[in-house]
RNA sequence: CGGGGUGUAGCGCAGUUGGUAGCGCACUACGUUCGGGACGUAGGAGUCGCGUGUUCGAGUCACGUCAUCCCGACCA
């Protein structure tokens, strides 16, 4: 096992409290007094909507449209679906009455018992059911398809233990969902998502991913087909990181979804879903962060460049000035900026502040390099300065903000390939997977192999990766023919 | 839901055999500072998670309860 892997599992150990403390220093977010919910606080909302409008445009390339669903989903809904209430129903959290009153003894106020819904609601744990109860409504011909919305909204699901970002309560989303004349092109969309969710997470959040396709037991509830990407954090483990299903025509089926085809015969629709969620923003984190701190990638990163000024009393009107020209010049081309000339904060306390907030770009500039026409330039993923002439010094920074993006995707993928391993032997998995990394093994297919493992290592079978070309060998716990190597992991 | 922690000022914590509620950071004012998390002086801030009990007296002891964190089962 590799050193530097080694020291992570170190860090691992408290790697949850590293992270936790990591988030409410940086400033993102905190526990809400609200068991299990989180607060995203300015600055970690404004990752959450850099990602948002990325992705909204990525969406309406292919055709999606934003729309709005309800909160409350009836009761009834959730049970039309057989499987799928199997799998949401141990953590829903339902509404039974719509009024309070005052108590007994003036001082309080308790439900009112006279005030208990007929049927009771659910607080969405996501929208299949209720979208395709309206769905049903507009569908009625081969012409009224495909339909495709998307909606950003929260969903609740009532977890048993929680942690920011990773696994809260409610969380933030958006929740794809498509209806279809055919088979075909749902499966098609499905894949479309998934690509779609691939290149966003390489692209801006510089966290290279694995694609593939999730085995029976770790499927969506309801699903034929679950899609995966799979990413690395930096103790080994795996975070699914965004998912997108071919549902078949389960949904259309349970809510009686039907159109007359070409053939004027009718037929059940065929329906999609796919999600991202403030998890992403877990895996942002995750990824790239170390001691000192957050590093975001220049594409996301809310404040892109930090000009911090040095100088006397009375040379801060002329910093102020120079910073002002290049603060313009920068806006100009679409980069944000920030010039923190507070003077109730020293220059010391500033640096490591913008550190901690992952900012990629910091400028100094002081009086004294000025006088040689300089300016310190320090980039955050390597922590390394360099004096710059200050002219063509925007020029300067685009540059280095695209080499940044570049340059930490490059030491994510570089640590993950460094840590994906192929495995024949069970014996050294099971001794391995205890320090992290991808394994890709072989398996027999069958859920008692799937359970095994899981069983004897925690690790679970995060998908039938894609990118990687397949040959038939043995199953290394059962020793029966497997058709191809599956990716394992232990995973958040 | 099982096992283990922790609840005391905004945050992090100390509080001895039960006897006046403390420290660091942060905050406010003034001054000196300002090239890698400054310093001095003065000041403000706390129903000790909540309830019941034991006691002359409870932050401290007992019982209960709630919240939260970590480890499992569940999950994006």
Known sequence: MAKELKDLTKRSEDYSKWYNELVVKADLAEQA???????????????????????????????????????LIPKSFLSKE???????????????????????????????????LEEELIIRPTSETIIWNTYKNWINSYRDLP?????????????????????TSEFLWQEGHTAHATREEAEERTKQMINIYAKFAEEYMAVPVIQGVKSETERFAGA????????????????????????????????????????NKPEYAWATSWGVST??????????SDDNGLVLPPKLAPIQVVIIPIGKGDQM??????????????????????YDNADNKRPGFKFADYELKGVPVRLVLGARDLEQGLVEIMRRDTLEKESVSIDGIEEYIKNLLDDIQQNILKKAKDFRDSHIYECDNYEEFKE?????????????GTEETEAKIKEDTQ?????????????????MVSGKPSKCRVLIARAY
């Open 33 to 71: 007094d609200v068991r299990g919910c989180m607060v995203i606080k300015p600055y970690g909302y404004a990752i959450w909507e850099k990602m948002q409008r990325q992705l909204d445009d990525m969406f309406k390339e292919t055709g999606v449209q934003n729309a709005y669903f309800p909160l």
């Open 82 to 116: 057989a499987e799928h209430v199997e799998g949401f129903a141990k953590e829903c959290a339902v509404v039974t009455h719509y009024r309070l009153k005052t108590n007994e003894t003036h001082d309080g106020v308790v439900v009112d018992p006279a005030a208990k």
């Open 147 to 167: 339909i495709l919305c998307n909606q950003w909204c929260n969903v609740m699901r009532w977890e048993m233990r929680t942690r920011l970002f990773l696994r």
């Open 224 to 263: 034929l087909d679950t899609y995966t990407i799979e990413a690395m954090m930096q103790d080994g483990k795996a975070l699914q990181s965004g998912t997108s299903h071919f549902l078949g025509q389960n949904f259309g089926k349970a809510f009686d979804v039907q159109f007359l085809n070409k053939e």
């Open 279 to 288: 998890r992403l923003m877990g895996a942002l984190i995750m990824t790239h």
């Open 317 to 338: 009107a002329m910093l102020d000035e120079k910073a002002e020209a290049i603060v313009n010049n920068l806006k100009a081309m679409g980069i944000s900026v920030k």
């Open 432 to 444: 391995k997977v205890k320090d992290g990394g991808f394994f890709l093994c072989h398996w027999d």
């Open 459 to 475: 690790a679970t079978i995060r998908c039938v990766p894609f990118m990687f070309e397949q040959t038939e060998g043995v199953d």
